[in-house]
């Protein structure tokens, strides 16, 4: 898409402002209470508003490469403060880590990324997902590691002690996802029997 595409896209797009003009006012207004944080990957494919059909407003949004979150003792201040300000300040209700097939991060860590690549050390973060791929018996290494690193990221998020507090209060809840990109649904990762199923 090139940049003048953009440009005539916002154009368009303040069109559709104008028709939904109380929404976006109202954001204006009263400011943002979205009840959703969501971890996604950066991937363009992989469009969180879009596979959710959400409106502004709805989703409290961070995207990276491979959905991932760094434990709290990673100190990563992009994601922790994204974090913090969602639940501390937001208080949202929900966390959602979703990841999706066919993962270009997970992909390359899969084949290994030269050392002197930043990605690498940002991949570091999802490495115990492929060394749990890697135990398990059957199925395919490349889906079984972008779905043990979607667990990994929610468990990453339950090192932060006010993401735990909350969670064990019920005030805030933790769901896995996974994007299946050919055909636009999502899995969800079910808590009683450990298996991935439709939402
Ligand atoms: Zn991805």
Not at 13 to 39: A, C, I, R, S
Not at 56 to 70: E, K, M
Not at 71 to 91: G, I, K, Q, T, W
Request: proline share 3%; charged share 25%.
């Amino acid at each position: 898409m090139s940049i003048d595409k953009l440009k005539k896209g916002n154009v368009k797009f303040t069109k559709t402002f104008v028709e939904n003009k109380q929404l976006y006012l109202d954001l204006v207004e009263n400011g943002q209470h979205p009840k959703v944080m969501w971890v996604g990957c950066s991937d363009s494919r992989v469009v969180p508003e879009f596979i959710v059909n959400a409106n502004a407003g709805d989703l409290f949004v961070i995207r990276n490469i491979a959905n991932i979150i760094p434990p709290f003792d990673a100190h990563d201040s992009n994601s922790s403060s994204v974090l913090e300000y969602a639940v501390e300040h937001l208080h949202v209700e929900h966390i959602v880590i979703c990841g999706h097939t066919g993962c270009g991060g997970i992909n390359a860590m899969l084949k290994g990324i030269p050392q002197d690549s930043v990605i690498n050390d940002w991949m570091q973060h999802a490495g115990k997902a492929k060394e749990n791929a890697e135990k398990q018996c059957c199925g395919d290494l490349e889906i079984n590691t972008i779905k043990a690193n979607v667990l990994l990221q929610a468990d990453h998020l339950l090192s932060f002690g006010y993401v735990k507090k909350r969670v064990k209060e019920n005030r805030l809840k933790i769901h896995k996802w996974l994007y299946e990109m050919s055909n636009g649904s999502i899995l969800f990762f079910n808590e009683t029997d450990e298996k991935w199923r439709a939402l």
